[in-house]
């Protein structure tokens, strides 16, 4: 099974949620070779309980996944910290969901929870917890104390990070697995299809169910796999997500553009643009 922990739903979290899309990431990450990915959506993304709305009534559930014309999503959430960084968490549907509901009066910068109350948090529900690329600039997690991260199930070697350093990433993320005896996984970290694949984890066999998964990552049952163009992935995602950000800015639809439709805006100034 090959598994991406850290993916994205939307292009940007401003932006408002749109079904095609999702959908179209989806059917994209499947053509990447990707049989499954964990949806750590931002918890403070507008529309949150939009996207696993449009995708539960799209897919279908089992165990504690749901699968989506045959990619296995695993539900998930990024959360910032008062610290700095970012925390994954993966797990059955209805936890994420109530989960959000709960950061409800957190997702606001200056109102963050400190790492220690939010793995508190956590600790009621059936999630698996981790670090998002704990070494990316700007994040804190390294400088916590053992004892609070001791309480992670796993940290994230992404895909953004090993696209601009990869030795560097490579090496102080392993370190600090081995430093906290905590499995290494890898994520994307994808808003846009171009990422997908830049790399992945490659479990022995496919699972359905969280406490499954994490026995085949405590038993070291997987691989990372980087794509030799990761490099590449990565920078051609961020052009295409800006230019695709700025259409939406400028009043036009970057779905349709993206999609091979009409943009609206196009429609709207076509006869301003022939005189």
């Known amino acids: 099974m090959y598994l991406d922990f ?19 990431l989806f059917s994209e990450a499947k053509n990447a070779g ?32 749901l699968l989506f014309d045959g990619l296995r999503i695993f539900p998930g959430m990024e959360t910032d910290i008062a610290e700095g960084g970012h925390i994954l968490s993966i797990g059955p549907l209805d936890a994420i969901l109530e989960l959000n509901r709960r950061l409800e009066p957190n997702k ?7 790492f220690a109350q939010l793995m508190d948090l ?12 704990p070494y990316r600039a700007g994040g804190h997690i390294p400088e916590l104390p053992a004892r609070q991260l001791e309480r992670l199930h796993f940290l994230d070697m992404n895909g953004k990070d090993i696209a ?3 030795l560097r990433t490579e090496q102080l993320t392993r370190a600090l697995g081995q430093q906290l005896h905590k499995p290494v996984v890898s994520g994307s970290d994808t808003h846009q299809a171009v990422q997908y694949g830049c790399i992945r984890t490659r479990f022995d066999r496919t699972v359905n169910r969280i406490p499954e998964l994490y026995v085949e990552m405590q038993a070291g049952r997987y691989e990372i796999c980087v794509s030799p163009e990761a490099a590449f992935q990565v920078k051609t995602a961020a052009l295409l997500k800006r230019a695709l950000k700025e259409i939406h800015a400028l009043g036009g639809d970057y779905v349709s553009v993206l999609l091979g439709g009409t943009p609206k805006w196009s429609e709207l100034h076509r006869d301003e643009a022939a005189e």
């Open 6 to 24: 850290h993916t994205h739903g939307k292009l940007a979290k401003k932006l408002p949620f749109s079904p095609e899309y999702t959908h179209w």
């Open 34 to 65: 990707l049989d499954a990915l964990c949806l750590t959506e931002h918890f403070n993304t507008l529309g949150f309980a939009q996207v696993y709305g449009y995708i539960a009534d799209h897919a279908e559930p089992d165990g504690d996944t």
């Open 108 to 114: 606001e910068k200056g109102h963050f929870l400190p």
């Open 122 to 133: 956590f600790a009621e529900y059936p999630v698996l917890v981790g670090a998002g690329h």
């Open 164 to 166: 601009e350093d990869r």
